[in-house]
């Protein structure tokens, strides 16, 4: 079967109670009670939706109702007529005039890495011993 570039899709009268999972681009229209996971994806939250799970994305698109927090190691938008109500934590957000939103906002800029010289040093020698 070959692989298409566009993002499967849940419609407006479809109602789902428990975890999605999955590995491709998303968009939901139905209602969602529960959770939703595509670590590596982009999740749409069509204008049509009304979901109550917590969400976790690469990037969320939200034009329709939610409620719940939001994980998204990219970016999330907030689109003109969409309602959110929860915590973002997010790199990136962008929130467009009279979207409506009731949360907390944490902008993380990724895991930091430690120096490389808080890195364990691996040498010749033995621990403690002089020059």
């Given amino acids: 079967m070959a692989q298409e570039n566009s993002p499967a899709h ?5 109602v789902i ?8 681009d998303l968009i939901l229209d139905g209602r969602v009670e529960g959770t939703v996971n595509l670590a ?7 204008a049509n939706a009304n979901i109550a799970a917590d969400l976790t994305a690469k990037d969320v698109l939200i034009l329709g109702r ?14 003109s007529g969409c309602n959110l109500q929860g915590d973002i934590r997010a790199l990136r957000l962008a929130v467009e005039d009279n979207a ?3 949360g907390k906002v944490d902008l993380t800029q990724g895991v930091s890495r430690p120096p490389d010289a808080a890195a364990p040093q691996t040498g010749n020698g033995s621990p403690g011993s002089g020059s």
């Avoid at 849940?10 to 479809?14: L, S």
């Fill in 10 to 14: 849940i419609g407006k009268t479809i």
């Fill in 17 to 24: 109670c428990g975890e999605v999972k999955g590995s491709e």
């Fill in 40 to 46: 590596e994806n982009r999740l749409t939250i069509g």
């Fill in 66 to 79: 939610v409620q719940g927090n939001i994980v998204a190691s990219g970016r999330v938008e907030l689109r």
């Fill in 100 to 102: 409506v939103f009731h």
